[in-house]
């Protein structure tokens, strides 16, 4: 199995883990280099750089794509979407996701909603130091808990039905109400599951700011 770090051009707070290639996203791009980590492929228009640092991007870059910054994707989008094409089992987790302009920030959280991206959506990561979100397509799933997290929320992208079990608060036919998100739950030593009975689920753990 391929894992790859995505780091992106938002807020920047943490990275952790062992991968096999490091791709920047525009400004995550010199994230990368200021880690002294390498930058396999760089990714994007690259209007939130200086000409300088664009330089300094293409001289270290192993590969670079430049996109024109008229397109239909969002630099992250397509940095997955050139990803998947040449690593279709890849695990892709993205750093600098979370914490920056309020629109990318909903866009990462929906990165599913693309239609190339929705069948990929189980091998994509969102992470930073407070956050873990993982997506979870229509049907049952056993969520695991992530041992650095406190908290466990849970939405879906179409505001369909959702159904939470063997969490500290469950959600049932019996227990049902309707909220756009299911916040602060918990983890009571075993896994939780969940059924997602259209479109997606989203699943965030977080931990509070030390």
């Known amino acids: 199995m391929t894992k790859i770090a995505l780091f992106t051009g938002g807020f920047f707070d943490t990275w952790e883990g062992s991968f096999d290639y490091y791709i920047g996203v525009d400004r995550g791009s010199l994230v990368l280099l200021e880690q002294n980590l390498p930058l396999d492929m760089a990714v994007g228009d690259f209007d939130s750089v200086s000409k300088e640092e664009f330089e300094r991007i293409q001289q270290q870059a192993k590969t670079l794509y430049l996109a024109k910054p008229e397109k239909n994707d969002t630099d992250t989008e397509m940095a997955l979407k050139i990803i998947f094409k040449q690593y279709p089992k890849a695990q892709v987790t993205i750093f600098g996701a979370l914490g920056g302009r309020i629109d990318h920030e909903m866009s990462n959280l929906f990165l599913p909603s693309d239609p190339e991206l929705y069948p990929l959506m189980k091998q994509i990561t969102v992470r930073d130091a407070q956050n873990h979100i993982r997506f979870y397509p229509k049907g ?14 849970f939405m879906t992208n179409d505001n369909s039905p959702l159904t939470i079990k063997g969490a500290k608060y469950e959600l049932t036919e019996r227990t049902f109400f ?33």
């Open 140 to 153: 049952k799933h056993s969520i695991e808990k992530v041992t650095s997290m406190t908290y466990v929320s």
């Open 178 to 210: 309707k909220k756009q998100i299911y916040a602060s739950n918990e983890f009571i030593n075993q896994p939780i599951t969940i059924e997602v009975s259209s479109g997606y689920a989203i699943v965030i753990q977080s931990k509070d700011r030390s």
